[in-house]
């Protein structure tokens, strides 16, 4: 503790986490837009500092001081708290998560539980922005965002049971929720070599939760002209981005707790304090830097796809997981038939989308979905 | 134990509060910072250029519906399997073949949405 009280302790640190916070989405956002323009052939922000580097300030002065329309017939509180809505979960999510063995919050003993609880309420942000901005677009888009990110939360959640069921700690042998514990548990071997279904399912649905390309259906310029969002405008619509952007920095952290080993070492336990954040550092910009370069090489999926995907091929693989996990606990088979059953079960899940995705591409789109409406 | 637990959970609230206060605080700021001047034109829905035609508060197709129900059947199953993905080796092998039976029921509960052809976005 930093300080003996609890309100004064948590206070101390959300108020880091407060402050790092924009602070970090305005460097993703001049980091992804350098990253877009090298990925294109051109250069990105070049015009404000020294190769553009203050170009993310600029944009905050300029949405601070753009005025927020509000459209008359809007429904007034739906609209105006829906970025509260949308934002506030996600900065819930950060008191339970820890960056290295000591630099956290709070480590909650339910922490994974807290967080994928407290990130679902989002959800009820987007329908909100949909419904109240009285925009034929937005409540589409607020529709297709509802689908879209309940659907995917379920294979998200499982996949993160799996783990939380094969964490090993010394003390209470197998199965834990608490995130440390998680992360202690992989000194060996990091759980994407024991659960790399669980690893694919997990960031695939995460993908998806974070409404990104290909699966930026509930924004998609061409389709919902940004969806949920078209109706807000300077600092009320820069809450939405600064959600979209946290939440990327929240899923990445998760996915190289849950399945990189976090601050260990790939392959052994018990690095020094100052190789941890290092580390963490790595494997987190590792899968922030794998959802930049998807986002300019995969095209957007069709929204029937999208769900038959989630719900035809990640949803039973998930729970095929489980079950083979609590299999292999319960008769207390060694480790490694856990790494190669879910291998097997992963390369038959790749193979199934392989095909479902060269049939989409030999046949034609059905007429029916080329009616006015029926893609909506 | 006791005392753990709130100083964990007052990190939560404090949480919360910090979260409504860096949201509404950014609203502040924009409303102090930010020019106003209302015009008709400017309040208007945008409907890409055009003016608004008809109602906005269109109707959605059923079958999101159908999601939503499928949705919470599967996230119900997720509120069961966390308490038991922390215990089940501790009570043994019948607490993992009931799980099993229950993921089983619910399988087959997706199976039979699969064929009835809910999960087809036709």
Same mark, same amino acid.
């Given at each position: 503790?930093?300080?003996?009280?609890?309100?004064?302790?948590?206070?101390?640190?959300?108020?880091?986490?407060?402050?790092?916070?924009?602070?970090?989405?305005? %460097?993703?956002?001049?980091?992804?837009?350098?990253?877009?323009?090298?990925?294109?052939?051109?250069?990105?922000?070049?015009?404000?500092?020294?190769?553009?580097?203050?170009?993310?300030?600029?944009?905050?002065?300029?949405?601070?001081?753009?005025?927020?329309?509000?459209?008359?017939?809007?429904?007034?509180?739906?609209?105006?708290?829906?970025?509260?809505?949308?934002?506030?979960?996600?900065? /819930?999510?950060?008191?339970?998560?820890?960056?290295?063995?000591?630099?956290?919050?709070?480590?909650?003993?339910?922490?994974?539980?807290?967080?994928?609880?407290?990130?679902?309420?989002?959800?009820?942000?987007?329908?909100?922005?949909?419904?109240?901005?009285?925009?034929?677009?937005?409540? /589409?888009?607020?529709?297709?965002?509802?689908?879209?990110?309940?659907?995917?939360?379920?294979?998200?959640?499982?996949?993160?049971?799996?783990?939380?069921?094969?964490?090993?700690?010394?003390?209470?042998?197998?199965?834990?929720?608490?995130?440390?514990?998680?992360?202690?548990?992989?000194?060996?071997?990091?759980?994407?070599?024991?659960?790399?279904?669980?690893?694919?399912?997990?960031?695939?649905?995460?993908?998806?939760?974070? $409404?990104?390309?290909?699966?930026?259906?509930?924004?998609?310029?061409?389709?919902?002209?940004?969806?949920? @969002?078209?109706?807000?405008?300077?600092?009320?619509?820069?809450?939405?981005?600064?959600?979209?952007?946290?939440?990327?920095?929240?899923?990445?952290?998760?996915?190289?707790?849950?399945?990189?080993?976090?601050?260990?070492?790939?392959?052994?336990?018990?690095?020094?304090?100052?190789?941890?954040?290092?580390?963490? @550092?790595?494997?987190?910009?590792?899968? %922030?830097?794998? @959802?930049?370069?998807?986002?300019?090489?995969?095209?957007?999926?069709?929204?029937?796809?999208?769900?038959?995907?989630?719900?035809?091929?990640?949803?039973?693989?998930?729970?095929?997981?489980?079950?083979?996990?609590?299999?292999?606990?319960?008769?207390?088979?060694?480790?490694?038939?856990?790494?190669?059953?879910?291998?097997?079960?992963?390369?038959?899940?790749?193979?199934?989308? $392989?095909?479902?995705?060269?049939?989409?591409?030999?046949?034609?789109?059905?007429?029916?979905?080329?009616?006015?409406?029926?893609?909506? | 134990?006791?005392?753990?637990?709130?100083?964990?959970?007052?990190?939560?609230?404090?949480?919360?509060?910090?979260?409504?206060?860096?949201?509404?605080?950014?609203?502040?700021?924009?409303?102090?910072?930010?020019?106003?001047?209302?015009?008709?034109?400017?309040?208007?829905?945008?409907?890409?250029?055009?003016?608004?035609?008809?109602?906005?508060?269109?109707?959605?197709?059923?079958?999101?519906?159908?999601?939503?129900?499928?949705?919470?059947?599967?996230?119900?199953?997720?509120?069961?399997?966390?308490?038991?993905?922390?215990?089940?080796?501790?009570?043994?092998?019948?607490?993992?073949?009931?799980?099993?039976?229950?993921?089983?029921?619910?399988?087959?509960?997706?199976?039979?949405?699969?064929?009835?052809?809910?999960?087809?976005?036709?």
């Amino acid at each position: 503790m930093i300080a003996d009280n609890a309100w004064l302790d948590g206070l101390i640190r959300m108020g880091a986490i407060a402050l790092a916070m924009p602070l970090s989405v305005i %460097i993703l956002t001049y980091l992804e837009r350098k990253i877009s323009g090298r990925l294109q052939q051109r250069l990105g922000p070049m015009r404000v500092g020294p190769y553009g580097i203050l170009q993310g300030l600029a944009d905050t002065i300029k949405l601070l001081t753009k005025e927020d329309l509000r459209p008359q017939t809007a429904d007034r509180w739906t609209f105006e708290l829906a970025p509260f809505a949308v934002m506030v979960p996600v900065f /819930l999510a950060f008191v339970t998560l820890p960056f290295t063995a000591d630099l956290f919050v709070r480590n909650l003993e339910l922490g994974l539980f807290f967080i994928i609880a407290v990130s679902g309420v989002s959800i009820v942000g987007f329908v909100m922005a949909g419904w109240g901005s009285d925009n034929k677009y937005a409540l /589409l888009g607020g529709a297709r965002a509802a689908a879209q990110l309940i659907s995917y939360e379920i294979p998200l959640v499982l996949a993160v049971v799996a783990v939380a069921m094969i964490a090993y700690t010394p003390e209470a042998g197998r199965g834990s929720l608490n995130l440390v514990e998680i992360v202690d548990g992989q000194g060996r071997v990091p759980f994407i070599v024991w659960q790399p279904l669980a690893f694919f399912i997990f960031l695939v649905a995460g993908l998806a939760e974070l $409404y990104r390309q290909p699966f930026d259906i509930p924004v998609a310029e061409s389709e919902v002209v940004g969806g949920p @969002f078209i109706e807000y405008s300077g600092i009320r619509w820069s809450m939405f981005q600064m959600a979209e952007f946290v939440s990327m920095v929240l899923i990445s952290v998760l996915a190289s707790l849950l399945f990189l080993g976090g601050w260990n070492w790939p392959l052994g336990n018990g690095a020094g304090i100052a190789l941890q954040v290092p580390l963490i @550092f790595v494997k987190t910009s590792f899968f %922030i830097l794998l @959802f930049i370069w998807l986002r300019f090489s995969l095209p957007r999926l069709r929204i029937d796809q999208m769900m038959q995907f989630c719900w035809q091929v990640l949803l039973p693989f998930a729970l095929l997981q489980i079950i083979i996990n609590g299999w292999v606990l319960v008769y207390g088979w060694p480790d490694w038939t856990l790494g190669v059953s879910s291998g097997a079960l992963t390369l038959v899940a790749g193979y199934l989308t $392989y095909r479902a995705a060269r049939q989409a591409a030999e046949q034609p789109v059905s007429p029916r979905l080329h009616r006015v409406g029926s893609v909506m | 134990m006791i005392q753990d637990l709130f100083a964990d959970y007052v990190a939560v609230l404090i949480a919360a509060i910090l979260g409504f206060l860096l949201v509404g605080g950014a609203l502040m700021g924009n409303y102090i910072l930010a020019p106003r001047q209302a015009s008709r034109a400017k309040s208007l829905t945008y409907e890409c250029g055009m003016l608004p035609i008809g109602r906005s508060r269109t109707q959605v197709h059923f079958r999101y519906y159908l999601f939503a129900i499928l949705f919470l059947i599967f996230d119900i199953e997720a509120v069961f399997l966390f308490p038991w993905a922390v215990t089940f080796l501790d009570i043994g092998k019948a607490a993992f073949y009931e799980m099993l039976f229950f993921i089983l029921i619910l399988g087959f509960g997706l199976l039979y949405a699969w064929k009835k052809g809910v999960l087809r976005w036709k």
